[in-house]
């Protein structure tokens, strides 16, 4: 596999390391992969969790090639998902128990999720639960989930909130997969707006590594839009490293890996209003301008990040302010933020972009830095 790319992510405070493989055709290598680098014995039972995806073309298409590639080894069962945030729930994971029953996976089997970064979150959540925690191997097939929803051990599931909307991710466990899988050949058959919505983590990236990194995202960009596949997995190998880097650093959230979430304060609250109809990459799009924004009114950045991390992210196709206007929403949007899983004791907690390659966790923010953010994304 001398022309793929690989990265090793060693997870401090445990013994476990997660290994990711970018490159192109890793789909039908699948079984020799899981294999070697999760541990797969003969005999182990593999459940895959499939996304459905539009037209079902990651089950019919590449979840067929990855079955194929696993059974050679043991029993495969499959449970197909749809991906939807409102299926990202406690009932869709009970099915999955009950699945997982049927199929006989004991705690020597393995729980393998195929499909864009809900399904991640699912199969994750689902091997972390059951039997208290089975081996977890991912292979993402959009561009969100490679960059980001794969790799780290996240996993969760939405709740609803006592004022409408769903809580993103508020019940969950860190549970990294012992194995991510990206082929980026599976991106040529992703719809173009899920597509771009990818890039929106990929700009996050480059604003908490710094310059270089985003002046790499701008010279690949025309190939990258163009889905060229000698550009694709060079690029996801290099965004989905920043993660890494920061994970490495801090697994649990204790500090530094709440750089991740840049943006998502804003986008989590967006995203709790399912009548918009944003695709979560959109959201974080959205959040990026917001939290830009707030750190001008902070005084932190210098005037001027806000439009130019805004004329980055509309130059991805990708929106920078929310659709209608949602001047009415500023009150619920506000109110969503304080369940976000940075604060504590009540207090908000936002991170904010100084500039590329320095931003910072602002705990307890001024209100007026918070509406600034608002302000900027809604008319």
């Not at 940075?342 to 207090?347: A, D, P, Q, T, V």
Request: hydrophobic share 40%; net charge negative; aromatic share 2%.
């Amino acid at each position: 596999m001398s022309d793929h790319q690989r990265l090793e992510l060693d997870l401090p405070g445990t013994d476990q390391r997660s290994t990711m493989i970018v490159g192109r055709g890793l789909l039908s290598q699948a079984g020799d992969l899981v294999r070697e680098e999760a541990g797969r014995a003969s005999g182990d039972r593999v459940h895959l969790v499939v996304d459905r995806g539009p037209g079902d073309v990651v089950a019919t298409r590449h979840a067929a090639v990855l079955e194929a590639a696993l059974r050679g080894d043991g029993g495969v069962s499959l449970g197909l998902v749809e991906a939807s945030e409102s299926n990202k729930s406690i009932e869709t994971i009970v099915q999955g128990w009950d699945r997982l029953a049927d199929a006989g996976v004991d705690r020597k089997g393995l729980v393998v999720g195929i499909g864009g970064g809900i399904v991640c979150d699912l199969a994750g959540y689902l091997a972390s639960s059951w039997m208290r925690g089975v081996r977890l191997a991912l292979v993402p097939t959009t561009l969100l989930s490679m960059v980001d929803a794969g790799l780290g051990g996240k996993t969760g599931i939405n709740r609803p909130l006592p004022g409408g909307g769903l809580g993103k991710n508020l019940v969950g466990a860190f549970w990294p997969a012992r194995l991510v899988v990206c082929d980026t050949d599976t991106l040529e058959t992703l719809g173009e707006r899920e597509f771009r919505a990818g890039l929106a983590e990929c700009v996050k990236h480059g604003l908490i590594e710094g310059e270089e990194t985003l002046a790499a995202l701008d010279a690949d960009l025309p190939g990258v839009l163009g889905r060229d596949p000698e550009v694709m997995p060079r690029f996801v190998a290099r965004s989905a490293s920043v993660k890494a880097e920061v994970v490495r650093r801090d697994f649990r959230e204790g500090g530094e890996r709440a750089l991740l979430n840049l943006g998502h304060t804003y986008a989590h609250a967006i995203e709790s209003r399912s009548e918009l109809g944003l695709l979560h990459g959109e959201a974080v799009s959205i959040g990026l301008v917001a939290a830009a924004s707030a750190s001008e009114a902070a005084g932190l950045a210098s005037p001027g990040l806000a439009a130019r991390v805004s004329r980055i992210l509309q130059g991805c196709g990708l929106p920078v302010s929310i659709p209608g206007g949602g001047g009415g929403l500023v009150a619920d949007l506000r109110g969503a933020m304080q369940l976000d899983k940075k604060n504590s004791g009540g207090r908000l907690t936002l991170v904010l972009p100084v500039s590329p390659g320095d931003c910072r966790i602002v705990p307890d923010p001024e209100e007026g830095v918070v509406m600034a953010g608002w302000s900027a994304v809604t008319d």
